[in-house]
């Protein structure tokens, strides 16, 4: 079954650096989009980035020129680079993956990891 494992997470000072991997396992990884997501306390879960299958990679504005979305293929595994942290950042941060099947579109996510940017 498919399965999504964030680590990194933690407490940082604002301005600070943290880097968010999610190892994944049980469908073909190369072969997919890979995407992160945050959720902060009374807000809806936002699309923070995304790196296609072809190494393509997309942010949110809010993020954009801070974080840094990349994967290894050969460790299944998707990181988030997290430069300038700033306190808006704090959130849960889930890894996500939507596969495609016979049936549609299914979305798989991590336990989600949390991240704490003090000021």
């Known amino acids: 079954q498919v399965q999504l494992v964030e680590s990194g997470g933690g407490l940082v000072q604002a301005g600070g650096s943290l880097r968010l991997s999610c190892v994944a396992s049980g469908f073909t990884f190369s072969i997919n989009t890979m995407v992160w997501y945050r959720q902060s306390p009374g807000k809806q879960r936002e699309l923070v980035a995304a790196v296609t299958r072809g190494w393509m990679p997309n942010y949110a504005d809010s993020v954009k020129d801070r974080f840094t979305i990349s994967r290894d293929n050969a460790k299944k595994t998707v990181y988030l680079q997290m430069n300038n942290l700033k306190p808006e950042d704090t959130a849960v941060y889930y890894c996500?993956?939507?596969?495609?099947?016979?049936?549609?579109?299914?979305?798989?996510w991590g336990q989600g990891t949390q991240v704490t940017v003090s000021s």
């Open positions: 996500n993956v939507p596969v495609d099947t016979p049936s549609g579109v299914i979305n798989y």
